[in-house]
């Protein structure tokens, strides 16, 4: 059975036949909502397809098809078709995942089967061996605000995929009673603490049991020796940032950190507690299962919490440490780990390996999740840190004076040495002037214990050095894995990496043992057209190249793909990434260092996302991937990882995709210079089209008053605010990208996620290059990923519903000009991938993608209904009172997450 005819079989037919029970409960005031929402389902769209707004089309349909209602019922009508809609979704997720390995060939190209299959076939299994050493695949959950369900809904899509899975009707027929009776929308705004729980469900009870695995059958495939197999590395881990990321994120508190690093803890202490209990099970020989029982109650001991962090009020040591722990629990995962080796050789010598693989899984997971459970990341915006130096300067420019250290004002622009009155202004000086003033202040180290004290005062300033304190516990309390990346946001200089070197410092880290990666985030397109020449200079700095001889002559380098897109378009983001990954990689090496590449992306592909794994398969040999990271957020962790089936492939194409790069690179077309050139000129056609749309005096004005752009904040999916800047002042730079890409969507029009390609293949074409993109396309994995990402966008754009904006004074020539856009490269790249209608080499996708869309339609039209009476009332054109304001604000915040949860990777 081919994969289409696969999917109608599992998916879309038993969507229908559950769907029709659905329809059809006696939910308590829903029964009328579910007969009519199919009937207003199709008049919306045929409604639509002839132009009509949502205004006119809500309108007439009641005129028309429920006539005896009022007002209120009206309304009251409306918001029932937005919950049998949520409702539907969630039951066409949970079929889809129940059926994720009936649909997807998930032994076939891009899994672990097929790669190792191979290489057992070719005898290069010693390859394989070699290519561990060092190999690494981090995935990093990210609380980032995509995930429209609550924790009870996901609960119920798990069990409704079960029951879908034994064709259990009975308890099919209960949880959509019960989904049918359950809040969708959380009463509040989650807490960074309620994210760090959500995810935690996914690690303890996804994550646990599908990383180790990968983990045994990447080791076992290998011709590593068994004594050599369970101390291995793993070559797959997990990141996590609720708790660490403070950009912009007021609600995350140094206190926090440590809090959710204890809850990680613990997590992951309580699982091995749970594994240890089956070993107790089945190893019952005698001198085994007493020494299980011992390692057992130390393991028990263990998770006693540690009782003062370094630098607080209960620390009376300034060098402060973790204190009070058992000493019958373990103090490091790797005696743990020690013990339980000791344990497999006892088992295999004396007992002839009888359970070994037991014993195996257990040190498995201790390679790969320590007792930290994921590694959490510290990031804040350098701004932050610029403002805080600047306060650090004035305070030890004037210490140092006191200890007959003066700082030299040669370093600060001025002349002679700073004196009481004569404190350099750190946010004036030039980058090189601030990297010397950096070092001369180093030598001032360490400090007095009530300048410490005076660094951790109240504000951002403290909380930033606390944070740093944090780390520092963490560590001690987890081990280093636990916590040893601290990510500088909006990097603009050299100086910005070593101004954290220099807090670290204040936090109490001698400068020769901070053990924190420092790791540079660029993602504007002009912050990675800088990225090169700002690593080369860092990289001569002495005092940075001892700290990075110090961390393994490994340096991190983040690029995101979200605010890259929203700053410069599809195209010049993915490609500018692409070379500026090229360039960094040749400076690294250049200096003598490694270069790991982290990659922030979200769900769809306007933010880096989609077909994800085909991307690092085709990096090629100029770009240094061994070793993985990327962001896992939000709705991408429960769409991608949600079932184990799910989860299992989506790690496994992850893991696959580097290994094949370097493994086969035979495989992988290596881009010429004279394609680089295309793309170069491709890149810049499409950037030129897309900041023209941009740079349009109507653009900000479209995306508030024709999106629900500025209800976002209301939906309670997230901690963080959806602006970096706290002022009320609408500015499209601040705008996080999450509800930049979420609103396009919303829109049907995906601009983030296509604009500009069709313009700038259009232009290369014109200029006799057709032939070289189309030889691209089907040469270079790079390219044609790239092309059919952009049609998933493509694929989910719908312009009946904003047809009505032709009509619309201030509004038709934006729309229209990103109406032919649309239409410009839907041709465009179709005729350069020889494809008859987008996606056609992805039936699967294509298929689940049409009914979704077809799913959500009445939300949207809802949604845009609500907009157009608010634009009218605005506009002078319709009187509201503010009941009514309110009652189409709920409905348009009620409408957003059926959209986001039916694209599944909309934001």
């Known amino acids: 059975m081919d994969s289409l005819a696969a999917f109608n079989e599992h998916v879309a037919m038993k969507y229908q036949l559950y769907n029709g029970l659905f329809l059809t409960l006696p939910f308590e005031g829903l029964s009328d909502a579910g007969i009519m929402l199919p009937i207003f389902n199709s008049y919306a769209h045929d409604h639509l397809q002839r132009g009509r707004s949502p205004m006119e089309i809500v309108d007439r349909f009641f005129e028309e098809k429920m006539s005896g209602l009022d007002s209120r019922q009206r309304t009251a009508t409306l ?64 609380a980032h605000p995509t995930q429209f369900y609550p924790d009870e809904i996901l609960g119920i899509i798990t069990d409704l995929g079960s029951a879908v899975t034994e064709g259990d009707l009975k308890q099919i027929n209960d949880l959509l009673l019960q989904m049918g009776k359950t809040r969708f929308k959380n009463k509040a705004k989650p807490t960074p603490l309620d994210e760090a729980k959500s995810l935690l469900w996914f690690m303890e009870n996804i994550f646990y049991s599908v990383l180790p695995s990968i983990h045994r059958r990447l080791i076992e495939a290998s011709d590593l020796g068994a004594s050599d197999r369970v101390t291995h590395p793993s070559p797959v881990e997990l990141g996590f940032w609720p708790g660490g990321d403070r950009d912009g994120n007021p609600f995350v508190t140094s206190d926090l950190t440590v809090r959710i690093g204890h809850i990680l803890r613990e997590s992951i202490l309580s699982l091995y507690e749970r594994d240890m209990q089956r070993l107790i099970r089945r190893l019952t020989f005698d001198g085994v299962i007493e020494r299980i029982e011992e390692i057992a109650e130390r393991l028990h001991y263990t998770r006693e919490p540690y009782s003062v962090v370094p630098g607080s009020d209960d620390d009376d040591e300034s060098a402060g440490g973790c204190r009070d722990m058992s000493e019958r629990g373990y103090d490091s995962v790797e005696r743990f780990r020690a013990d339980l080796i000791d344990l497999r050789e006892h088992v295999e010598r004396d007992h002839g390996g009888l359970f070994i693989h037991l014993v195996d899984d257990l040190i498995y997971k201790t390679q790969l999740f320590g007792f930290h459970f994921a590694t959490m990341d510290i990031r804040q915006d350098s701004r932050v840190h610029v403002r805080l130096v600047k306060e650090i300067v004035e305070l030890l420019t004037r210490y140092g004076a006191k200890r ?82 601290y990510i500088v946001s909006n990097t603009r200089n050299s100086a910005n990496l070593l101004e954290v070197w220099l807090l670290a410092q204040c936090a109490g880290w001698p400068s020769g043992e901070i053990a924190l990666d420092l790791v540079p985030l660029f993602e504007t397109i002009d912050d990675l057209e800088r990225a090169t020449d700002i690593m080369d200079e860092l990289l001569t700095i002495p005092l940075y190249r001892r700290h990075l001889e110090r961390r393994g002559g490994v340096q991190t380098i983040m690029l995101g793909f979200s605010d890259g897109t929203k700053d410069g378009g599809y195209m010049s983001a993915n490609w500018n990434i692409y070379r500026a990954k090229q360039q960094l990689t040749e400076v690294t090496r250049r200096h003598g260092f490694r270069v790991v590449f982290f990659d922030g992306r979200g769900g769809p592909p306007a933010r880096g996302g989609g077909n994800t794994h085909k991307f690092y ?64 000129e491709l890149s810049a056609a499409s950037i030129e089209a897309y900041r023209e749309l941009k740079e349009h005096p109507g653009f900000v004005e479209y995306l ?41 969507s919303q829109l049907k029009q995906n601009v983030p996620g296509y604009f500009g390609l069709g313009s700038g293949i259009e232009a290369l074409r ?134 986001v ?3 599944r990777n909309a934001v």
Not at 110 to 123: K, P, Q, W
Not at 657 to 680: H, M, Q, R, T, V
Request: charged share 30%.
């Open 617 to 680: 398969r085709s990096l090629g040999r100029y770009i240094d991937s061994r070793e993985i990271h990327l962001t896992i957020q939000g709705q991408t962790i429960s769409s991608k990882y949600g079932v184990e089936s799910a989860a299992t492939h989506n790690v496994e194409q992850m893991v696959s995709a580097g290994l094949e790069c370097s493994l086969f690179p035979e495989n992988n077309y290596e881009l010429s210079a004279d394609d680089i050139e295309l793309l170069d």
């Open 404 to 485: 007959g250290h003066p700082v030299r004002a040669g370093a600060a622009g001025a002349a002679g040495a700073a004196g009481a009155g004569d404190v350099p202004d750190y946010t004036t000086l030039s980058v090189e002037k601030r990297l010397a003033l950096i070092e001369e202040l180093s030598d001032l180290f360490p400090l007095d214990r009530d300048i410490l004290d005076d660094l951790s005062d109240e504000g951002i300033a403290g909380e930033t050095i606390r944070s740093l304190r944090a780390a520092r516990y963490m560590q001690e309390l987890n081990g280093e894995r636990g916590v040893h990346r």
């Open 79 to 142: 918001f029932k078709f937005m919950q049998m809609v949520e409702r539907q979704v969630v039951l066409f997720d949970a079929i889809e995942d129940a059926s994720y390995d009936r649909v997807r060939d998930v032994e076939g190209p891009g899994s672990l089967r097929d790669l190792l299959g191979r290489l057992e076939s070719l005898d290069r299994r010693h390859e394989l061996t070699d290519m561990l050493d060092g190999y690494r695949v981090r995935l990093v959950l990210t």
């Open 766 to 899: 014109r200029r006799g290059h057709g032939d070289d993109l189309a030889r691209l396309y089907r040469k270079s994995l790079f390219f044609r990923t790239l092309i059919e990402n952009a049609m998933q966008s493509l694929r989910k754009t719908y312009f009946p519903l904003t047809y009505h904006l032709q009509r619309d004074e201030r509004f038709r020539e934006i729309w229209k000009r990103i109406f032919d856009e649309s239409q410009r490269t839907i041709r465009e790249v179709k005729e350069i991938s020889g494809q008859q209608e987008l996606l056609e080499t992805e039936p699967v996708i294509r298929k689940s993608i049409e009914l979704r869309e077809q799913m959500v339609l009445p939300s949207l039209v809802i949604q845009h209904y609500a907009l157009g009476r608010l634009r009218e009332a605005a506009g002078g054109a319709r009187e509201l009172d503010d009941n009514e304001i309110v009652l189409y604000e709920k409905m348009i915040v009620k409408s957003l997450a059926a959209g």
């Open 704 to 744: 508030m008053e024709c999106s629900p752009l500025r209800y976002y904040g209301m939906t309670n999916i997230g901690s963080r605010p959806t602006s970096r800047s706290p002022s009320s002042d609408f500015r499209l730079e601040d705008l996080r990208a999450i509800p930049f890409v979420g609103s396009w």
């Open 901 to 903: 949860n039916a694209s």
